[in-house]
C-alpha cells in the first residue's frame, strides 16, 4: 500500500544537517548560504558527540547586520511568538484582525497541525475577528482551493473583510 503523504525533509528536517534546506538559507546572513538555526538539535549534536555540533554553535553565535542573533530574527518570523500568552513576544506587534488560510491536506513540506496551531492561536487572540482556515483534500504545498484559484478567491475574501466592511 503506497501512503498518501512522503516526508521531504531528512533527519533535522528544517534545520537540516548540511545546512541546504531553504529554512536555512532564510535564516542565513545575507550571503546566500545557509545557516544553522535549531538550538535543540544543536545541544542534542552536542551531547552525542557529532561532528555537526561545531557548525551548529557557530551560527547560533553569529549576529546579522542589525545585530541580531538568529534566535530573535527565528522570533520575528514566527507568528506564534506574538500569538500566545506563552510566549515573550505576546501582546508586541499590532495581529491582523482578518485571516485566511488555505492548506493542502496532502502537504509534506510540514506537519499539517502547523496551520492549525496558526488558525487555532488566532482564533484565541483579542484582536482577531475572523479565521476563514480551510484543508484541501489532495492538494500539496501550494496555494490550495477547493474551487477557482487563489488570486481571484483571495481577492474576493478581501473585499469581504476589506476596509469599510
Request: proline share 2%.
Amino acid at each position: 500500500m503506497k501512503p498518501f503523504k512522503h516526508a521531504s525533509k531528512n533527519l533535522g528536517a528544517f534545520d537540516q544537517l548540511d545546512g541546504g534546506q531553504g529554512e536555512n538559507t532564510l535564516f542565513g546572513y545575507g550571503d546566500g548560504n545557509g545557516a544553522h538555526f535549531d538550538a535543540a538539535l544543536a545541544d542534542i549534536l552536542t551531547e552525542s558527540g557529532s561532528s555537526y555540533a561545531s557548525a551548529y554553535a557557530q551560527d547560533l553565535e553569529k549576529t546579522d547586520g542589525a545585530g541580531n542573533t538568529v534566535d530573535i530574527r527565528r522570533n520575528m518570523y514566527t507568528p506564534l511568538y506574538y500569538l500566545l500568552e506563552s510566549s515573550e513576544g505576546y501582546g508586541t506587534s499590532n495581529v491582523a484582525k482578518y485571516w485566511r488560510i488555505r492548506t493542502g491536506i496532502a502537504q509534506s513540506d510540514c506537519a499539517l497541525c502547523t496551520e492549525m496551531n496558526l488558525a487555532l492561536a488566532l482564533a484565541q487572540y483579542s484582536d482577531v475577528e475572523a479565521v476563514d482556515f480551510e484543508t484541501i483534500w489532495g492538494a500539496g504545498h501550494i496555494q490550495a482551493e477547493r474551487t477557482g484559484d487563489s488570486t481571484t478567491n483571495f481577492i474576493t475574501w478581501v473585499r469581504m473583510y476589506g476596509p469599510g466592511k
